[in-house]
């Protein structure tokens, strides 16, 4: 059987579909679904339906075929049996198969069957919050349940870093609100505020809400940039000198102090972390998404992290700026565009001269292609300009960006 790992937000939607939460689906929307719900809020057969709720899968999985998929950590969490592709998107039918593996607060992510056969009849106050409760909110949600005589269930919407602090404040909320009940959901964020709105109101009818509160967006003030999480990412040809200008940094951080820093050569990590990796193009984007993984936990925890692999294709960076960013970090990616004459021209570890006589297939720039950034933050060529004003360079974006002071 064919294994998939979906994305976090897809994996959200399969938690929500095997609860229950999703009713009255039961599965990955079609096309016609999905077409539909777009153009007119409503699945094909009418039934009202905020938001298109799809899965991407391989190109090579086909109709008919019966999909693994699997949690970040490999565990197996429910069985897709493929009705349709439409383009990237499969749609079919969910099967559950384990109960899932939560982290912080288990206790309180509860199906929607076990939280209604606990609470009382009559009116039943839902409140999704995707932040804290300030004392003007809380007041609010007293008087209102008290005006109708609900009991209150606050819902927690748990997606990402976020999810524990949001439960933190809903058992604070809990501690005011007299009879309260915390049920966390993993409903992850739609853009479109309209939507997001129908969707929670939607799960919280499915949990037993007779009327809905939708607590109010969370103010974010991020931090100042020299607080938070960096990844300096270097990407050019073997030979341009990006593990020397790398190095250079890093020992100029080192040197002013006030940041924690992580350096992270390419060919050191293919030593450690990918031995036994080949120099095929899928074992260079493993390799490349292994450095992108560290240097995400480095700054996840506020860590400044510099990489510097050839990372020779750009969807695998993209990757990379996606790991990080989806942690609340920052990401700069400075391509060194020394052109490859002088790279071949310095060849200090003699490897063009062996691509060129064929002794290593696939080498960058030479039997296998390098595609150049468009979305560098910094381009810098290193031919005839010292390591030190090359670093310069760096420490100027870094210093102007307010990364480093």
């Not at 899932?100 to 939280?115: H, I, K, M, Q, S």
């Not at 209102?144 to 606050?154: D, K, N």
């Not at 974010?220 to 607080?227: C, D, L, N």
């Not at 004459?341 to 390098?370: H, M, N, V």
């Amino acid at each position: 059987m064919t294994e998939w790992t979906p994305d976090a937000r897809e994996l959200a939607d399969l938690e929500l579909l095997l609860s229950g939460a999703f009713a009255p689906l039961t599965g990955f929307l079609t096309s016609a679904d999905a077409n539909a719900v777009a153009e007119n809020g409503r699945l094909s057969d009418g039934t009202p339906w905020p938001d298109p709720i799809t899965l991407a899968l391989p190109d090579d999985i086909p109709p008919g075929a019966r999909v693994t998929l699997k949690d970040p950590e490999g565990a197996a969490v429910a069985t897709l049996t493929v009705e349709e592709r439409d383009g990237h998107h499969a749609a079919g039918p969910v099967a559950a198969l384990d109960a899932p593996a939560y982290g912080p607060f288990a206790r309180l992510r509860r199906t929607p069957d076990e939280v209604r056969k606990d609470l009382p009849d009559g009116e039943i106050l839902a409140v999704t919050m995707r932040g804290p409760l300030d004392s003007t909110v809380l007041d609010d949600v007293a008087a209102t349940a008290e005006e109708l005589e609900a009991t209150i269930v606050l819902m927690p919407l748990v997606f990402g870093e976020s999810g524990p602090s949001v439960v933190r404040a809903a058992l604070k909320a809990s501690e005011r609100l007299a009879g309260s009940t915390v049920v966390a959901v993993p409903l992850a964020p739609r853009e479109d505020a309209e939507i997001d709105l129908e969707l929670r109101e939607h799960v919280a009818r499915n949990y037993g809400a007779t009327e809905h509160y939708a607590g109010p967006a969370p103010v974010v003030i991020p931090g100042p940039p020299h607080r938070r999480g960096l990844v300096v990412f270097f990407t050019g040809l073997s030979g341009s000198g990006k593990s020397t200008v790398a190095r250079g940094l890093r020992d100029a951080l080192l040197e002013r102090g006030g940041r924690t820093v992580t350096y992270l050569d390419g060919d050191v990590v293919r030593q450690l972390l990918s031995a036994g990796l080949t120099f095929s193009r899928e074992d260079r984007d493993l390799n490349i998404r292994r450095i992108g993984f560290v240097a995400a936990e480095v700054a996840r925890h506020g860590g400044l992290a510099i990489c510097a692999p050839i990372a020779p294709y750009a969807d695998t960076r993209d990757e990379v700026r996606a790991m990080v960013e989806e942690v609340g970090a920052d990401f700069l990616l400075v391509h060194v565009a020394t052109p490859l004459e002088e790279c071949e021209r310095r060849d200090r570890k003699g490897l063009y001269a062996k691509a060129r006589a064929g002794l290593i297939p696939e080498f960058t720039g030479i039997s296998d292609p390098y595609e150049a950034p468009d979305d560098a933050e910094l381009v810098i060529d290193t031919t005839g300009v010292t390591v030190e004003r090359s670093v310069g360079t760096v420490l100027t974006l870094l210093t102007s960006g307010g990364w480093i002071r």
